[in-house]
């Protein structure tokens, strides 16, 4: 399969190393420049606000161990040019504690908790291998070419490739699996990046919809199973299950395998379903 995936109408589109390099403190506060085409509706993507907290962690606070787990609340619509600021809640002899938050203006629109832990020897060593899948390039594109302008700006950063399950609108069941990397050759390494992937897919909803309605991600819970995510040419094996939906809420699994099919993420996010 040719790669479909193409910047739209020849413009320059920021990575996430690009906009990473945006992020600037004065006095503990940080700011950075979010372009258009890193939006979804009326807000920020939410793993580029919670990539973005995670980052201000990183800078603000020194000597950090890797990051094992981070619990994200999406406050509110994060604007083009959020504040950011990370504060040391305590350092143990086995786990850091950090919380961070993005405002807009006086507004907090996100929060952050992130714990951070150096490996230990344990006896105890329990995985999921990863699910049968074709290779990258034998999948196709997620985002049909005629579809390209009804996704979200965001996905565009994206190079995307269904594997299985089903595109919104399209489908029988709650699941979707794929395999993605950033578009940008320059994003691909590191935690920070990863946690910017790891929120790529629709909500594991969105296959049973027979007509379109606005979603909104409430909260995420990211466990990283690793020290240091690697994979091979930034490719990541994503995928979304949804276990339960009612009364406009539902909630899901996902999970991120890289190309030797070892977990590295594991998560749990609640979204509100806008669909009645």
């Known amino acids: 399969m040719t790669d479909k995936r193409r910047p739209l109408s020849g413009q320059h589109m920021a990575g996430w190393s690009e906009i990473r390099s ?9 700011s950075a420049d979010i372009p258009p085409h890193w939006k979804q509706g009326r807000t920020a993507y939410g793993g580029l606000t919670a990539a973005l907290m995670l980052a201000t962690a990183h800078e603000e606070i020194e000597d950090l161990p890797p990051l094992r787990s981070a619990l994200v609340n999406f406050v509110g619509p994060v604007k083009e040019n959020p504040t950011l600021t990370a504060n040391l809640e305590r350092r143990g ?3 850091t504690n950090v919380s961070a938050v993005a405002r807009n203006g006086d507004q907090a ?3 952050a908790d992130f714990l951070f832990g150096a490996a ?14 074709p290779a990258p390039e034998d999948c196709d594109s997620f ?16 190079d995307t490739r269904l594997i299985a399950g089903a595109r919104p609108m ?17 994003s691909r390494s590191g935690v920070e990046a990863l946690l910017c992937l790891a929120d790529v897919l629709p909500p594991a909803a969105m296959p049973l919809f027979r007509k379109f309605a606005p979603v909104s ?11 240091s995510p690697e994979t091979r040419d930034g490719w990541w094996h994503v995928e979304s299950k949804l276990t339960a939906a009612r009364g406009g809420y539902s909630s899901q699994v996902m999970r991120i395998w890289n190309t030797d ?16």
């Open 22 to 30: 945006t992020l600037t403190a004065q006095n503990g506060t940080y």
């Open 93 to 95: 002899r086995n786990v």
């Open 109 to 111: 629109v996100g929060r």
């Open 120 to 133: 230990r020897s344990s006896t105890i060593h329990v995985g999921m291998d990863a699910p049968e899948a």
């Open 143 to 158: 985002t049909p070419e005629s579809a390209r302008n009804a996704v979200p700006s965001f996905f565009h950063n994206f």
């Open 170 to 186: 399209m489908g029988d069941e709650g699941y979707i699996r794929a395999w993605s990397r950033h578009l940008d050759s320059k």
């Open 217 to 227: 991600s409430m909260s995420w819970i990211v466990n990283f199973l690793t020290d």
């Open 261 to 276: 099919g070892e977990l590295i993420v594991e998560g749990l996010q609640s979204i509100a379903i806008f669909d009645g």
